[in-house]
């Protein structure tokens, strides 16, 4: 049933027609060649279409559609080793290339990333290409990150940040409302695998979260219920948000979407408060969108704080009318 089954047909066929010695497989035919040879149980085009052409293809820039194409076929296999790549080389991937993915590709990738290790993974290996493998088998200026992620097992976060294609992401969906639910927000958004937010970020995550109703996502993490009152008032009283202690209040994504824009707020808040003329001299709307949707009792907030941020900073004394 799949568009890219027809077109590979005819290219099994000169397979088998030429005795083995023509595969014209592409990117978007290969899984669908890997599929009609295992289905039709041509082990020779399988094989040199799984161990020749795909491990060499498969890179940073064709991996997602990989993985979408596997998940068309429902080939586990490849669909496992697509993910481990993506994961892999997470912030090596240009952050467009995200957008096609569905939310559950997408989210499999970013709870993924806590387990990946780019040096080790052996199923990464199989299918990575010649270059990257060369990559990490030479010194370089990352061996200190490498060893962090020897050590962890965790991805360091680069640029852009997890927050920033999080947000790229959220804002490929907004046609497609559906594909954004409170609970892929809450869980790509864990503050365990997203604990900084880029002031940028925010305002789209901060605008999707109110839209799937994730804002007061509060957690509060205590080991004693006797504590529970003391550890709730320190969150209300905007604790840090530290939590690696347990007993530690941890931050709804609200509250950490909105410190974050507080944070940054010269460049940020300004900018997307301030429209930004398009070439017709009309406001562009799709620059400031973000903040415009965001409800009035948020933006009151995140002005409130600016206010008392910005009162900090000339001194914290009394101001005179």
Same mark, same amino acid.
């Given at each position: ?13 000169? $397979? ?22 295992? $289905? ?25 559609? @990989? ?23 997470? $912030? ?76 790229? @992401?959220?804002?490929?969906?907004? @046609? ?33 979260? $109110? ?111």
């Amino acid at each position: 049933d799949q568009e890219s089954a027809v077109i590979a047909f005819p290219l099994m066929l000169d $397979y088998i027609y030429s005795k083995g010695e023509n595969v014209r497989a592409t990117t978007e035919t290969a899984v669908a060649l890997r599929f009609l040879a295992s $289905y039709f149980n041509v082990e020779s085009l399988w094989n040199n279409v799984n161990n020749t052409f795909i491990q060499k293809d498969i890179t940073v820039k064709t991996a997602p559609a @990989y993985l979408m194409e596997a998940t068309s076929f429902q080939d586990h296999s490849l669909i496992s080793l697509a993910t481990e790549f993506c994961a892999h080389h997470f $912030y090596e991937i240009d952050i467009e290339r995200w957008a096609d993915l569905s939310p559950d590709l997408f989210r499999g990738i970013v709870i993924r990333l806590e387990k990946v290790d780019r040096n080790t993974s052996p199923s990464v290996a199989s299918v990575a290409t010649d270059k990257a493998r060369a990559e990490n088998d030479n010194p370089g200026p990352d061996d200190d990150e490498d060893a962090l992620t020897q050590s962890t097992g965790i991805i360091p976060q680069k640029s852009p940040c997890l927050s920033e294609i999080v947000a790229t @992401y959220c804002k490929a969906q907004r @046609y497609r409302p559906e594909c954004l639910t409170a609970d892929f927000l809450l869980e790509v958004t864990n503050i365990d695998r997203m604990p900084n937010i880029e002031p940028n970020a925010a305002f789209t995550i901060l605008r999707y979260a $109110y839209a799937t109703d994730c804002l007061d996502d509060a957690v509060v993490v205590v080991v004693d219920e006797q504590d529970q009152e003391q550890e709730h008032n320190n969150y209300l009283d905007g604790g840090d948000g530290e939590h690696e202690q347990a007993g530690e209040a941890r931050l709804s994504l609200r509250e950490r979407c909105i410190n974050s824009i507080v944070d940054g707020w010269l460049p940020s808040l300004i900018h997307r408060m301030k429209p930004k003329p398009d070439k017709n001299g009309e406001d562009d709307d799709e620059e400031e969108c973000d903040y415009k949707h965001l409800p009035l009792d948020i933006k009151n907030v995140i002005l409130e704080k600016v206010v008392l941020k910005v009162h900090e900073r000339l001194g914290g004394g009394a101001v005179y009318w």
